[in-house]
């Protein structure tokens, strides 16, 4: 669309439509976004929003601390979950106090 003069804000508005229109599967909307992932390399033209990748990153956060409280929980070590997650082990040993807490306020 690009190449037919169209300008950025008219391609991400035409996309947002689209995305509204047609609501896709989960498989087919994973296959939509690697498409329109794959576009906006070849034409360096973001099509998601400033909110919508501030959203996405906080969902990769949310994944890891999720990530980090099972392995936690699991007995893995700091310094591992440290490499799986990227986070600091002052974090992990904040976590694992918390999660500690929590286990005592349900036994009783």
């Not at 439509?17 to 329109?36: A, N, R, V």
């Not at 990769?60 to 699991?74: P, W, Y």
């Amino acid at each position: 669309m690009y190449d037919k003069g169209f300008k950025k804000a008219e391609v991400v508005n035409l996309y947002k439509f689209i995305d509204w229109l047609i609501g896709l599967s989960k498989p087919h909307e994973l296959e939509y976004i690697h498409e329109i992932y794959e576009l906006e390399e070849a034409t360096k033209m973001p099509y998601i929003s400033n909110a919508e990748k501030f959203g996405m990153e906080k969902g990769i956060v949310q994944g890891k601390l999720e990530v980090a409280k099972h392995l936690i929980e699991d007995g893995v070590k700091p310094a591992i979950i440290e490499r799986a997650t990227g986070f600091s082990l002052a974090k992990i040993k904040k976590l694992q106090r918390e999660i500690k807490k929590a286990a005592k306020k349900n036994d009783h």
